[in-house]
């Protein structure tokens, strides 16, 4: 990681958060910084915008381990702890404008997927640390995938209840089930933007992210043009940052500088942003015609914050990332991945492969808990997945350590 | 949608599957996906009212049963990729009963349940033949067209 960009990052978003704050003295909007006001939704903007920003790393990361697409460790160690720092700035910004975010929010089910990508990310480094037990490091290898095949579809579920519940209590317009479909893909795209802004600092250029992402800026415009055409309804300056700018990546001086590269995922955090803006205000660009220097203070700190708590992480627990797997600057087509071996895949008759070996206790057990808390609760929509998201997790996570605790009592009764 | 738009619909999910296996590179084939995520939007523009909200997610249904169909074709993993097309289609369908609920309107919960009975029995088969292979294609337009 190049620390010395970092602190330069932290230090200007430090310096533009004093100024915005000066400027909120001057154009008498410091008072909504502090106490907030009821008239303003700019921090339910950033709360809607950073709770994406904390799905979007871990359902990236589980879905292209599902997909068995090949990316680095550290990538994906990347994208969960990004997650992760999202959730902390959400959780700030909740717990200091409370009385401003009337967005419904399931928070138990937020939790509990906060809980499980906590858990993916700790199994993910347990995995990484060799220097341990490496038979601790093959166990915690092993539930990695089954994991990730029951954090996708909590991810999923958990998404679409709080798009459907913001629809109904917020805006009617929302309502149907484009929005659901709408917002997931939208975080998938984020998710993608935020790498490419994540491995910049890293000195790491993947061009199949970078492909990714332009191929899925397309899917992301229809889905726009459809809203459009659907609800008569779009922020057309998000779609502007969102869709049109990444089409620049085709421009291949574009493509291979680290600015213009870095400035384009840039703007797809901003079109998100105001994206974000039109669905909690109803009013287009209102982040831009609408300017007060309280909004700006609100995202520096969130920005800010963000930077301080993940960079923080990262270089606490750089040995997990910077491994024996490492693969510093600038990569070039040819060598995309090319250090990652290829597993062939040997096939398995039906529920005998080893994910289905492992995944098969715990999911009964996690079904059986959620069908209970919904007979009990009579809540069949909100939380059943998700606890049984949660009890299946557990269940997968403690599999390891019983293997070993059990193994190691083998050896020692074999050895008496 | 009338039944004759639906089986159009469903033709439409056909030739996008055929051509989808006939591309080769990741850039060919998420071009075609495009091209039939656009057709399949503006069909349902031209034969369907809009204002009809269980309209909203046609197009989306008609790409995951155009992966759906896709999957029988697959070399690797095809039983994986197969359950995790029809599950991208429960899920579309699941947010679309849940929507249509939302509205005060009646939403085909046995659409939903023979989809997912479906992908529950793809996790069972042991070797997918050309026969069961149709069977299953049978078997998704019949869930298309007549639930």
Redesign the interface.
Known sequence: MNSKVVTIVFIGLCLLLLLSVGGSFWDGTFDLLLHGSPVSKFPETLFVFWLGMSQAGVLLSVFLL?M?VKIHRRTSLLLELSSLCGLLVSGAFALFYSEQISVNVNFYGIGIVGFISLLFFTTHLASADSTESLALCNEMLKIRRPLAWIIL?TM?WVD??LC?DF??AHDPVW???????YVVSGIFYLGLALLVVLLSFENYYNRRTE?FLM?CS??IS?LF??ML??KGEGCISSFVFACVVPQFLFVKAVRENLWSRLMVALCILFGFLLKCDFVVCHRESRLILDFKFADASLLFAGAALFVAAFFGVRLLLSRFFENDEILMGEVNENDDDADIEEKK?VYC???SAPEFKVVRLPVLCGILVGVAHGYFTSDW?GLVEPVAAYVSCVLVCLQPFVHLGLSKKYREGKNK | MSMFANAVACLLCLIFAFVLCLQKG??RI?LL??IA??TS?LYT?FAGN?AI??L??Y??RMVALTFCVYTTRLR??R?RYMV?AQ?FWL??E???C???L??GEEAPWIRLAAIAEIALGC????KISREIEFGLIVLWMAVWMFF
């Open positions: 599902i068995n579809p999923f679409s209840i459907l629809a109904s309502q149907g089930a484009l929005f659901p479909l492909r191929l397309w899917f229809v043009l459809w055409l659907v895949d008759s039906p529920f929509a | 990741m850039l998420t996906m495009l995520v656009m939007c523009s809009l909200p269980a909203e997610s197009p989306f690797e993993n039983r995790l599950t899920w579309v699941l947010v679309g849940v929507s249509l939302q509205v996790c069972f088969m042991a």
